[in-house]
């Protein structure tokens, strides 16, 4: 147990103690069940319920709750599947922000630096698979909560199409735009692992010969890493060479469907913490208390006109690029890598300024509001902190962004 003693202090990664479930793995091989992950141990994100473990959520306002009656929905796929649940892991408070340092039990820390994030709001899953503490971590995804965290820890992680993967037994942020998300070592972990939790076959080896692959053009899209912009046309190059077709793609509408994000998010989240947060702000931390707070400001009006506003820009665009024949789109996952822990804004190597929430959350929560599956992979031959490579399928489904993030990885 010293590695994960060692590792948990410096990381703050779990968020109940690993030691009973790791020792059953490690004392009752019998227990483990056959199946496409049999024996995996896999940690799952403080959101998600594990029966016999309370869901804590990172908060305070839940530090009483009661264990788990039973496993959500994907924890009970998993143990039928044969993994081993070893840990419940550091999530963003409430999953209500993409750095992954506010929370109950205080800032979750990036392997690769300690002193900077892991992003979040699965901060601890992306932590304990790039630390080595588990192959493969369940997390969530409301706007980038699976795919920042994967690109700044220098892991792979999928954010499913929207209803792949059941939400059943996951505490809500927002009903519309939660998804269950995978983290993993690898490629061929997370294919694995989705194949088994859908029951749908997942080959990352496939070929991607004529895949026509979009770059988007728009400036919404900026980086603002010269190092992630040069990590992106090497993963276009390893596209090409795989027989991929690259093709400049422009989104019109894309800034006006970002823009119903926190409009959609603030009122579902406002909905569900309203009675908490009359009863008992002290308990939230600062950061997630002002969110929710400035949410009540929302109308129903407001609220109306941006789901109706997503409804249409998601019929427009998916037509558009399937008009256009477009497959998949590649971008970075984010604009930045890690930044220092308890920052907000800082100064980007392009010389800007940089408000840090609204950056990490940037170029993935379009795919939230489209609801089309999107992946990140470690970018290669970048220096120092990691990156991350996304891939988003207009059509294809995981098959085509996990087959597009192999000959990415393989480079």
Known sequence: MTHVDDLERVLAALAADPHN?????????????????????????????????????GSAVLADAPPAREDAAVVARLRAAGAVVVAKTHTHEFAYGPTGDVAAEGPCRNPHDPQRITGGSSSGSAAAVAAGLVPLALGTDTGCSARTPAALCGVVGL???????????????SETLDHVGL????IDTVAVAFSALTGRRIDPSAP??????????????????PEIA?????????????????????????DELAATYPVIVGAEAHTTHRRWLAQRPGDYQPATAARLQAAAALTTADYVTAQRTRRRLTAELTARMLAEGIDVLLLATTPLRATPIGARQVDAP?????EVVPALLSLTLPFNLLGWPALSVPASDVDGLPAGIQVAAVRGGEQAVLAAGA???AG
């Open 21 to 57: 479930a790791i020792v059953q793995l490690l004392a009752e091989p019998g227990a483990q069940r056959p199946g496409p992950l049999s024996g995996m141990p896999v940690a799952v994100k403080d959101l998600i319920d594990v029966a016999g473990v309370p869901t804590r959520c």
């Open 350 to 354: 392009d010389g800007t300024r940089v």
């Open 159 to 173: 954010k499913p199409a929207r209803g792949a993967l059941p939400t059943t037994g996951v505490f809500p942020l």
């Open 208 to 225: 991607i010969a004529d895949t026509a692959v979009g770059c988007p053009t728009d400036s919404y899209w900026r980086v603002h890493d």
């Open 183 to 186: 983290l993993g070592i690898d």
């Open 230 to 254: 040069a990590a992106v046309d090497r993963a276009a190059n390893a596209l090409s060479c795989a027989g991929a077709v690259l093709r400049e793609v422009c989104l019109p509408g894309i």
């Open 407 to 409: 000959r990415i990885a």
